[in-house]
């Protein structure tokens, strides 16, 4: 985005971006971790919600009035409070996705007990 707009729309655009994650996920905190990365924490949700959630709004973004964007996601549960290594598993999902071309979800299979994490 910032090489082909310049960095002051890719900024406009990341901004827009997290309003677009606000309206369309409530109850989800989210934190923007680098570059146009971001993480989603679902507290009380399912994975297969936060998978259908974030699907929908992958869905939704060519309406937003943003510029050509995509959505690659990797959602993980984390009910051990160990974050870290939960990130990981997450990132590793989010390469697996951006190898498979992008515009995607794609999730560990899901423990019940488990509150999922993007």
Do not use: W
């Not at 994650?21 to 934190?31: K, M, N, Q």
């Not at 971001?38 to 869905?59: E, N, W």
């Not at 993980?76 to 992008?102: E, F």
């Amino acid at each position: 985005m910032n090489d082909a707009f310049g960095h002051e729309v890719g900024d406009e655009v990341l901004r827009h971006f997290a309003g677009c994650l606000h309206a369309a996920l409530p109850g989800t905190f989210a934190a923007r971790v680098g570059g146009e990365e971001f993480m989603l924490l679902f507290p009380g949700r399912s994975a297969t919600v936060a998978c259908q959630d974030l699907s929908a709004l992958r869905a939704a973004l060519p309406a937003a009035g943003l510029p050509p964007v995509t959505l690659t996601a990797g959602v993980v549960g984390c009910t051990d409070g160990h974050l870290p290594a939960a990130l990981r598993r997450a990132d590793l999902l989010l390469y697996q996705g951006k190898a498979q071309g992008r515009d995607c979800v794609i999730s560990e299979p899901e423990d019940p007990e488990v509150e999922p994490l993007v």
